[in-house]
């Protein structure tokens, strides 16, 4: 039998479709991130991101980076999972505490102010379905192998930013950026390399939103 072979210009067709929605305090969120250039997650990202925890139905879920609470509120509530998150910024952390006091999710989303790097203690006991890497572009591989032990058996990854703007696929205007953007360039081409290398996970990264991965334990 022939293989018909067809032919798809997945370019022309790369514009993702959803019918996201939205309650007031989330508009407000949207609203408050652009005004004051807080880097919430895009809705091409958000519709992937929510599409994979209905699929996965995670009981349990840990977010590096909560920024205001958004990305937050919108896991807990696509599958009413419990959230995990781990943030630095004091003025951030205090901003997600009130979003997630409006949101009435109190018992649902636990929010933890410290540097990820050092937080792994305070959820140690806990075992993760989904972690959501979502914070310092060039620590990714470091929050990776720090919490991937908490995954559960068939558990998932997902991290957002892996384009970061379109810069790690076209590196070739990389002399015009800043040192610091240059090496986290780099930073996030190694982990792509790492990711897709790594035996233990099935890895894909996608195009969608700011370019994001997904990588399922083996
Ligand atoms: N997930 C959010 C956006 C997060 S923006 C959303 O989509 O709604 C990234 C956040 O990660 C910032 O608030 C920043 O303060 C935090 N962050 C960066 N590095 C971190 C680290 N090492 N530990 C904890 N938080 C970190
Ligand atoms: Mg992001």
Redesign the pocket.
């Known amino acids: 039998m022939e293989t018909a072979i067809v032919a798809v210009n997945v370019k022309a067709v790369r514009t993702v479709k959803n019918n996201l929605t939205f309650d007031s305090l989330e508009l407000e969120l949207r609203e408050y991130a652009k005004e004051n250039g807080?880097?919430?997650?895009i809705d091409e990202g958000l519709s992937f991101l929510e599409s994979v925890i209905r699929i996965k139905k995670p009981i349990n879920i840990l977010?590096?980076?909560?920024?205001?609470?958004?990305?937050?509120i919108r896991m807990a509530r696509a599958a009413n999972s419990n959230v995990y998150s781990?943030?630095?910024?004091e003025k951030?952390y205090n901003l997600a505490i009130g979003n997630i006091n409006k949101a009435n999710l109190n018992d649902k989303i636990h929010i933890i102010f410290?540097?990820?790097?050092e937080a792994f203690d305070d959820v140690k006991d806990i075992k993760f379905d989904l972690i959501?890497i979502?914070?310092?572009k060039a620590?990714y591989h470091k929050f990776f192998d720090l919490y991937t032990p908490l995954l559960n058996d068939e558990g998932v990854v997902v991290c957002?930013n892996m384009y970061f703007h379109g810069l790690v696929e076209d590196i070739s205007n990389i002399d015009n950026y800043s040192r610091s953007v240059r090496g986290l360039i780099r930073k996030l081409n190694e982990f792509h390399e790492y990711l897709l290398n790594n035996n233990d996970y099935h890895t894909s990264i996608y195009n969608i939103g700011d370019g994001m991965s997904i990588s399922v334990k083996k």
């Open positions: 807080v880097p919430i997650i977010e590096i980076g909560s920024a205001i609470g958004y990305s937050a781990i943030e630095r910024d951030m410290k540097d990820a790097l959501f979502d914070a310092a620590q957002d």
